[in-house]
């Protein structure tokens, strides 16, 4: 790790030291030996150098000429010296973001505090530091796709970032010139590796106390080792884990399952009996004038009505933006119509897609029992 850091940095050097070296190249252009077409340019890209080489470690100087000189930029040539000029600005930005970083790791390593964290930061801070691409840095677009994998939103990641945050283990970086969204710092690493360690320690336990139990297993008068589901010779009785490391016999839960089925049926086939042997009561005659009026009572459909009808009526409200488009076009003369297998609405020659779902909630919204009449064009 730290040999890459090494490298960087070292390749880092050496394009600051190639773009000192252009900068310079256009600082020292003579305006005699150009065309009068090319000086503007050249003019622009000479003043630019010099202000950039004079304040190459003024990062407030840099960012309030950086859009002034945009402004002024008087040809697209003069895109590299402004491309320079920006690069320069975000460095700095970032070598700020840093310095600021390395001392908040140093107040948490100077307050020597535990990190408590629950299962849900732990498995988000493995999130964030599986992500990390160099330095320590993350992209949050690459946290949220693999937090996506295992079931976390965009919102849960934003809130899991706050709280590693507040607890030091991950750096969130405000500049949107920064190279990278956030960090993991030293003591995030730290209790990554803690965790690791930790669950490798819990896995060497149990394979030795696998191959512990096997060695049981050959010693002569070992008592014999169940394993959770094994039967007992009478056929009803599982070997189960009741507790946590605890262990019994139990009774078989599908054999448990049956024997309630069984009584379950017994039961019900007992009760149906009873049922049958007693009397029914006997129904009653009911007269022709009862029948009427029983007739009379139940609610009566509403007649059909046409579409122009239906149209006439004020429009309910709440209605939603497929609805309201629906009932648009059957205001303008527009009929339903089936091609194929294809429903549509159509006025002329001009035909719209529409979905049969959103008509018939739009007729129910206008409490309608049946579609109207019209509604449909007649096919010849």
Known sequence: MDTKVNNNESGNMEVMNQVIVRLNEMKAVKMASISKSKRPAAKFNKEVATYLLDNWDNLDQL???????????????????????????????????????????????????????????????????????????????????????????????????????????????DAADCKFDGEITALGMEEANKATESAKNIKKAKKQAQENVEKNKKRPGAPKIRKVGDRHPNGKWIWTEYEPGRFDWRTDPELKAKNAAERAAKMAASKGNSTKVKTQPKKQKT?????????????????????????????????????KNVLGLLKKGYRMTMIGTGVFLQKDDDRKSVEVSTVKALIERYKLDAEPTGLWIETK
Do not use: W
């Open 63 to 173: 960012k309030t000429c950086q859009k002034q000189m945009r402004l002024d930029m008087p040809h697209t040539t003069c895109t590299e010296i402004m491309g320079m000029y920006d690069a320069r600005v975000a460095d700095l930005q970032a070598e700020i973001e840093k310095e600021r970083v390395r001392e908040e790791e140093a107040k948490l390593e100077a307050s020597g505090k535990e990190v408590s964290m629950t299962n849900g930061e732990r498995i988000m801070l493995s999130v964030f530091i599986k992500c990390i691409e160099s330095e320590r840095g993350f992209h949050l677009t690459d946290v949220n796709v693999a937090a996506a994998k295992i079931g976390y939103t965009q919102a849960q990641v934003k809130a899991f970032a706050k709280k590693l945050q507040e607890k030091g283990l991950v750096i969130m970086f």
């Open 287 to 323: 007269t022709k004038a009862a029948t009427k009026a029983k007739k009379s009572a139940e609610p009566k459909k509403a007649p059909a009505i046409s579409i122009d009808e239906m149209l006439s009526r004020q429009a309910p409200s709440g209605l939603s933006k497929a609805q």
